[in-house]
């Protein structure tokens, strides 16, 4: 061949090869020498590229054009098949080709498909030459994630930035329809209003709704209360006339520098015809800067009404965007957000135990599913319950029923703050849920010597419990029992372990993946589920204390004997589901919104996707070890 015609194919390769991972990070020499050995092979639709019978792999693979589907060979697989499509740029045989050792699947082209092919010599010289692709081989989901976290990194940056900038509109920082009364309002109806609404000053408008007053909190005292003013007067009697004014078009930065120069705690936002759009307060502005972690707890811990526990709420969701921006993983990011929650969840029942006075009562609040092993997302409901001490001699119905008065009061607190009451009514305020520790005992032996489908769901609710607050013994003491319980009781286990499979990951036989009817994939129940229900059965069966899916892996994982690296890529994989979840649930909406754990994978960039793949492929396997372990 010409040189310049060989220069040229050289060339071409390279510009395909930097479209994807790992060759788009590669040291220049290396591209270089992986884009002059590699050659495109063509394999017609149906035809086999490479499977266990040919032996050890004599070439490493990377798809050009058209899908290979990747199929797992053997007499046991988790589904009827198991099968993972790959496409441009997605590279096989990985690991066999490492190992040098026949490849344990087979691969397909499911249509026709142009292949690079690198003999495997060079394949281990360029492992030699480039720590980049040395990395992605041997830590390959590793690898592709911290790629996928640099991407997102510089997304949310901007995303954050644009919502924290000092530099922002006013008009954009008003989140609600304006709250006003007329000025021949009674000082009752506007201070009821006041009441109803929880904000912390009314503002007065006309007819035009073009404001003419504001009255404050701080306003009431002086004006109202010690001067004993008849509450049927008019409002504008009252009232702060001229009030400070700006434009929806004014920045945060102007109206921080009114409220400094002028001393007033809230400014009037109206719109180009003078219209009242809403109200800008100091605590607006506040939001807007850089929400530190301390600066979060400092704000709960001081909390002492619940308008408080509720702007420390919206603080929390602040700081989530803000700890993505700064490029935090998923597991730090969860464990974040659990312990800010924990903190809020534990100011709301100190407080509440002081008005209900249970000062001295031996307890402990538990928390279950999500929130018990650490991986609340930023739409998960509220599921908690008591495990109490009833002292020798006391009357049980008269503390238990104090206690549920309590639990009620935090249950409605925790709604408050944005936590939705839970639809299964899985509550400490649900009297079924608040026992002693006999009780849990007896309710938890129950459903593992009798699992019926009802008990089974149960455990894979209820066994995911950590103590919140409280006695932790009384925790420690029911986990080191239901650990020796469940182990003791194999058919147990095995019903949970047929229940886990219930679900297989969504990699699709010719699609990469499988989707609903609306292109979706619900990431909680088809991802992350699938981790957490095996972890758990691991934990029982190894005896860990953990509530945690990650601690539970890792700990249950090494116990058994499994590869270090083996219990990585599982790790990283629900890590990447996780994320994704944070991800499609928007910092700006409720809890528990309709569109929360769907994503649209096509939706999703080339790098997402191949992860995504990825994480199913390790649920995949995590799945087919269980499988093998019961027999199933």
């Given at each position: 061949?010409?040189?310049?015609?060989?220069?040229m194919?050289?060339?071409?390769?390279?510009?395909?090869?930097?479209?994807?991972?790992?060759?788009?990070?590669?040291?220049?020499?290396?591209?270089?020498?992986?884009?002059?050995?590699?050659?495109?092979?063509?394999?017609?639709?149906?035809s086999?590229?490479?499977?266990?019978e040919?032996?050890?792999?004599?070439?490493?693979?990377?798809?050009?054009?058209?899908?290979?589907?990747?199929?797992?060979?053997?007499?046991?697989?988790?589904?009827?098949?198991?099968?993972?499509?790959?496409?441009?740029?997605?590279?096989?045989?990985?690991?066999?080709?490492?190992?040098?050792?026949?490849?344990?699947?087979?691969?397909?082209?499911?249509?026709?498909?142009?292949?690079?092919?690198?003999?495997?010599?060079?394949?281990?010289k360029?492992?030699?030459?480039?720590?980049?692709?040395?990395?992605?081989?041997?830590?390959?989901?590793?690898?592709?994630?911290?790629?996928?976290?640099?991407?997102?990194?510089?997304?949310?940056?901007?995303?954050?930035?644009?919502?924290?900038?000092?530099?922002?509109?006013?008009?954009?920082?008003?989140?609600?329809?304006?709250?006003?009364?007329?000025?021949?309002?009674?000082?009752?109806?506007?201070?009821?209003?006041?009441?109803?609404?929880?904000?912390?000053?009314?503002?007065?408008?006309?007819?035009?709704?073009?404001?003419?007053?504001?009255?404050?909190q701080?306003?009431?005292?002086?004006?109202?209360?010690?001067?004993?003013?008849d509450?049927?007067?008019?409002?504008?009697?009252?009232?702060?006339a001229?009030?400070?004014?700006?434009?929806?078009?004014?920045?945060?930065?102007?109206?921080?520098?009114?409220?400094?120069?002028?001393?007033?705690?809230?400014?009037?936002?109206?719109?180009?015809?003078?219209?009242?759009?809403?109200?800008?307060?100091?605590?607006?502005?506040?939001?807007?800067?850089?929400?530190?972690?301390?600066?979060?707890?400092?704000?709960?811990?001081?909390?002492?009404?619940?308008?408080?526990?509720?702007?420390?709420?919206?603080?929390?969701?602040?700081?989530?965007?803000n700890?993505?921006?700064?490029?935090?993983?998923?597991?730090?990011?969860?464990?974040?957000?659990?312990?800010?929650?924990?903190?809020?969840?534990?100011?709301?029942?100190?407080?509440?135990?002081?008005?209900?006075?249970?000062?001295?009562?031996?307890?402990?609040?538990?928390?279950?599913?999500?929130?018990?092993?650490h991986?609340?997302?930023?739409?998960?409901?509220?599921?908690n319950?008591?495990?109490?001490?009833?002292?020798?001699?006391?009357?049980?119905d008269?503390?238990?029923?104090?206690?549920?008065?309590?639990?009620?009061?935090?249950?409605?607190?925790?709604?408050?703050?944005?936590?939705?009451?839970?639809?299964?009514?899985?509550?400490?305020?649900?009297?079924?849920?608040?026992?002693?520790?006999?009780?849990?005992?007896?309710?938890?032996?129950?459903?593992?010597?009798?699992?019926?489908?009802?008990?089974?769901?149960?455990?894979?609710?209820?066994?995911?419990?950590?103590?919140?607050?409280?006695?932790?013994?009384?925790g420690?003491?029911?986990?080191?029992?239901?650990?020796?319980?469940?182990?003791?009781?194999?058919?147990?286990?095995?019903?949970?372990?047929?229940?886990?499979l219930?679900?297989?990951?969504?990699?699709?036989?010719?699609?990469?993946?499988?989707?609903?009817?609306?292109?979706?994939?619900?990431?909680?129940?088809?991802?992350?589920?699938?981790?957490?229900?095996?972890?758990?059965?691991?934990?029982?069966?190894?005896?860990?204390?953990?509530?945690?899916?990650?601690?539970?892996?890792?700990?249950?994982?090494?116990?058994?004997?499994?590869?270090?690296?083996?219990?990585?890529?599982?790790?990283?994989?629900?890590?990447?589901?996780?994320?994704?979840?944070?991800?499609?649930?928007?910092?700006?909406?409720?809890?528990?919104a309709?569109?929360?754990?769907?994503?649209?994978?096509?939706?999703?960039?080339?790098?997402?996707?191949?992860?995504?793949?990825?994480?199913?492929?390790?649920?995949?396997?995590?799945?087919?070890?269980?499988?093998?372990?019961?027999?199933?």
């Amino acid at each position: 061949m010409p040189a310049a015609a060989s220069e040229m194919l050289v060339g071409a390769s390279s510009d395909f090869l930097t479209r994807f991972s790992p060759f788009n990070r590669m040291e220049p020499e290396a591209l270089g020498f992986l884009a002059e050995r590699a050659t495109l092979a063509f394999h017609s639709r149906g035809s086999e590229i490479l499977t266990p019978e040919m032996g050890q792999p004599t070439h490493f693979h990377i798809v050009q054009r058209g899908k290979v589907q990747a199929r797992q060979l053997g007499p046991t697989s988790v589904t009827d098949y198991a099968a993972m499509t790959l496409g441009p740029g997605e590279c096989f045989p990985i690991g066999a080709i490492s190992a040098q050792r026949p490849s344990t699947n087979a691969y397909v082209a499911v249509e026709d498909s142009f292949v690079f092919q690198l003999p495997a010599e060079d394949f281990l010289k360029l492992m030699q030459m480039s720590p980049v692709f040395h990395v992605f081989c041997t830590q390959y989901i590793a690898s592709l994630l911290n790629q996928s976290r640099q991407q997102l990194q510089s997304t949310f940056a901007q995303r954050a930035a644009e919502q924290q900038t000092m530099t922002t509109p006013l008009g954009q920082l008003v989140k609600k329809e304006p709250i006003f009364v007329a000025p021949d309002s009674s000082i009752r109806a506007a201070l009821e209003k006041m009441s109803e609404m929880r904000i912390g000053c009314m503002v007065i408008a006309d007819a035009e709704h073009k404001p003419i007053g504001i009255l404050t909190q701080s306003d009431l005292l002086p004006r109202v209360v010690l001067p004993g003013i008849d509450l049927q007067r008019p409002i504008c009697d009252v009232m702060t006339a001229t009030p400070h004014v700006m434009s929806a078009s004014d920045s945060a930065y102007d109206a921080a520098l009114e409220m400094a120069t002028h001393g007033v705690r809230h400014l009037l936002v109206v719109d180009s015809e003078g219209r009242l759009k809403g109200v800008v307060s100091e605590r607006d502005l506040f939001t807007l800067q850089r929400i530190g972690l301390r600066q979060v707890r400092s704000s709960i811990e001081g909390a002492d009404d619940l308008e408080a526990l509720q702007r420390a709420s919206r603080d929390i969701r602040q700081l989530a965007l803000n700890l993505i921006a700064q490029g935090i993983g998923a597991e730090q990011l969860t464990q974040f957000i659990s312990a800010l929650n924990d903190a809020l969840t534990c100011r709301i029942i100190d407080l509440a135990r002081a008005r209900h006075e249970l000062y001295g009562i031996d307890y402990a609040w538990l928390a279950f599913g999500s929130e018990g092993r650490h991986e609340q997302t930023l739409s998960s409901d509220q599921d908690n319950g008591i495990i109490y001490v009833c002292p020798e001699g006391a009357d049980q119905d008269a503390l238990k029923n104090r206690l549920l008065a309590c639990a009620k009061e935090v249950n409605e607190n925790l709604a408050a703050c944005g936590f939705p009451l839970c639809k299964g009514n899985i509550m400490a305020s649900n009297p079924e849920l608040c026992l002693t520790l006999e009780e849990w005992k007896g309710r938890f032996g129950d459903w593992i010597r009798e699992p019926d489908p009802q008990a089974l769901l149960n455990a894979t609710i209820f066994f995911d419990y950590r103590v919140l607050c409280g006695n932790e013994r009384l925790g420690d003491q029911l986990r080191a029992w239901l650990n020796r319980t469940a182990k003791a009781y194999s058919n147990f286990l095995r019903l949970m372990a047929s229940n886990a499979l219930q679900v297989a990951p969504p990699l699709g036989r010719i699609r990469d993946f499988v989707v609903e009817e609306d292109g979706t994939i619900d990431l909680k129940k088809s991802g992350a589920r699938l981790f957490v229900d095996v972890a758990r059965i691991l934990a029982l069966r190894a005896d860990v204390a953990s509530s945690s899916t990650v601690q539970r892996l890792r700990q249950a994982g090494t116990r058994m004997g499994m590869p270090a690296e083996e219990i990585a890529a599982l790790i990283d994989g629900f890590h990447f589901i996780q994320l994704l979840r944070l991800r499609s649930q928007h910092l700006d909406t409720e809890h528990d919104a309709p569109g929360d754990n769907r994503i649209n994978p096509d939706a999703l960039n080339e790098l997402d996707r191949r992860i995504l793949k990825e994480a199913f492929r390790q649920a995949r396997k995590l799945q087919l070890r269980l499988k093998l372990d019961y027999q199933l």
